[in-house]
């Protein structure tokens, strides 16, 4: 997640978008060359176009493009939702864990064990490899390491295990019915955020949204100029890689921001939100902040992952 720019930050949009910005400065020179050659000089026909017609293709461009940043920042505004309230559910269960659960052992195991949830959900929703991923598996077990590559659901997994920890509590008669039951109620929530998150990842927007609005920038790089070509010369190039590079970068952030929990630099902080959330928990286990690792800030270049 970008916190911050930094000067030259209209240099790296132009680096991030020369392709589309060298097809905008072609179409914008081709139509000034055959306006320029057929038109002026040759007087062979009029190849200029009206502007109003292009006046409204541009609105309604405009629409469609909008309507993907607005699709995109509901997804990733939904995604920080979810991880917002997974946050708060987690600091939840730790504080029923400490509270409600008098044995020591299966205190410590169901809070170490959801710190392993915290960061297993994290390298899901990214695509990564929780076995290779230090922070998840120091909070498994040797059992749960095993177990993993064989479940189909990983995350729901270990809340299970939760479950029976807790079930296994209140069939020996050391955790009353109605702590079982709010045990019960929080795992029920963690397993609605998960698939939410779930939802968002294996859900994409459709790909045409996307294909359709680069092509019909593209195509209007070479219209647009002929319709201004004509009142304004040759400044018609730089003013048509202005205005499809404005419509292309509005249809780029629509696409960056409609997968949130991608490593790209849009993306959700997941790394920085899963470890405050095991250094709350660890801190029900009694142990100091100083003695916690330091949560991820913005790096140098303002990007927060």
């Known amino acids: 997640m970008m916190t911050g720019s930094r000067p030259g930050s209209v240099l790296r949009l132009l680096r991030w978008q020369a392709r589309n910005a060298l097809i905008f400065l072609a179409g914008g020179t081709a139509a000034y060359l055959l306006y320029e050659i057929v038109q002026v000089r040759m007087q062979w026909a009029d190849v200029t176009l009206p502007a109003l017609p292009m006046a409204v293709v541009g609105g309604a461009l405009g629409i469609f493009v909008s309507f993907r940043v607005n699709a995109g920042y509901d997804r990733w505004w939904e995604g920080r939702k979810l991880w917002g309230r997974l946050i708060n559910s987690s600091r939840h269960w730790g504080s029923q864990a400490d509270t409600f659960v ?96 779930e939802r968002i990842k294996k859900t994409p927007l459709p790909p045409g949204y996307g294909f359709i609005a680069v092509t019909l920038i593209r195509y209007m790089s070479f219209l647009f100029p002929l319709a201004i070509v004509d009142h304004i010369g040759v400044w018609s190039i730089p003013v048509t890689l ?47 902040v100083s003695a916690l690792p330091v949560i991820p800030g913005p790096d140098d270049n303002g990007v927060l992952m």
């Open 102 to 197: 008098d044995d020591d052992d299966v205190r410590k195991r169901l809070i170490v064990r959801h710190i392993a949830y915290v960061h297993l959900l994290r390298c899901l929703l990214r695509s990564q490899d929780p076995l290779e991923d230090d922070d998840c598996v120091a909070f498994l077990t040797d059992g749960e390491r095993t177990a993993l590559p064989e479940e189909s659901n990983p995350t729901h997994f270990l809340l299970n295990e939760q479950m029976k920890d807790v079930t296994a509590l209140a069939n020996a008669g050391t955790l009353n019915e109605l702590r079982l039951q709010r045990f019960d109620e929080t795992v029920r929530h963690l397993l609605d955020i998960q698939g939410g998150c």
């Open 242 to 288: 202005l205005v499809c590079l404005a419509f292309m970068l509005i249809n780029e952030t629509g696409r960056v921001i409609e997968t949130p929990f991608s490593l790209f630099w849009n993306g959700l902080p997941l790394q920085n939100m899963s470890t405050t959330i095991e250094h709350n928990l660890r801190n029900r286990l009694g142990e100091p």
